[in-house]
């Protein structure tokens, strides 16, 4: 248990519908990073948020939108939703401070199918 | 950019046999580099990091890894494998800069035979 936790599962839901997905990061990690692992694309980073910001960006469509919150628990809205969207989303945290900032926990992530 | 090439899709060992995984990166730095595991409809486990120093590094599970800059590579290995040991490992490498995402490598799955 790498101490990050995400809700929901499993979510199944039809094409053209929005979802959120959430994230609450290992006590004391400030930053959040969500990916997506699909079968054709592997594992590919979508975003960064540090303490609230957006910190950086990957190849994140624009259907998709994430934010962190106060309390730093992060969620990745996805819209508009397409069959192609179906994946696992991990969110992982790091602690701030270098070297460990960039040691990134993994989450036991979400799995989206789109029917 | 920086990139990761895994190039072994699938590899089969032995039960107490030796386990060599490859990786080779690209990056224009030197990278922090990463193997984490994926067991069956598991997330991803930390296995072992390289940040600097000796370059050859322990992790968990009876693994290590070797950081070669010379040839770009930072290979994983166990000296016995278990057969809990199977599963799907993946190198990442990492950028020293701030927004710090990593970039993973398409992964090799291995299976142990009894």
């Known amino acids: 248990d790498s101490g990050v936790t995400q809700t929901p599962k499993h979510l199944i839901t039809a094409t053209g519908q929005r979802v959120t997905l959430r994230c609450s990061p290992r006590?004391?990690?400030?930053?959040v990073y969500w990916y997506q692992q699909s079968l054709d694309q592997g594992l590919q980073f979508l975003i960064q948020?540090?303490?609230?910001?957006?910190?950086a960006k990957g190849n994140i469509l624009e259907r998709f939108s994430a934010q962190q919150f106060p309390d730093l628990h992060s969620e990745l809205n996805l819209s508009s939703l397409e069959l192609g969207d179906s994946a696992l989303y991990f969110c992982?945290?790091?602690?701030?401070?270098?070297?460990?900032?960039?040691?990134?926990?993994f989450g036991p992530g979400t799995r989206l199918t789109v029917l | 950019a920086q990139s990761v090439t895994q190039p072994d899709i699938h590899i089969t060992v032995s039960e107490g046999a030796s386990l060599e995984l490859r990786c080779n990166y690209s990056?224009?730095?030197?990278?922090?580099l990463f193997w984490y595991v994926q067991s069956p409809g598991q997330g991803l486990q930390l296995l072992l990091k390289?940040?600097?120093?000796?370059?050859l590094v322990q992790g968990i599970k009876g693994f290590e890894a070797e950081f070669k800059r010379s040839q770009s590579s930072f290979n994983l290995r166990k000296p016995s494998v278990h057969w809990s040991d199977a599963a799907e490992y993946f190198c990442?490498?990492?950028?020293?800069?701030?927004?710090?995402?990593?970039?993973f490598g398409g992964g090799t799955r291995v299976l142990v035979k009894p």
């Open positions: 992982a945290s790091s602690p701030p401070g270098t070297p460990s900032y960039n040691e990134q926990f």
């Open positions: 006590s004391g990690d400030l930053s």
């Open positions: 948020y540090y303490n609230g910001e957006e910190r």
């Open positions: 990056y224009g730095a030197t990278p922090y």
């Open positions: 390289y940040f600097s120093g000796d370059t």
């Open positions: 990442a490498v990492g950028a020293r800069a701030a927004g710090n995402k990593l970039t």
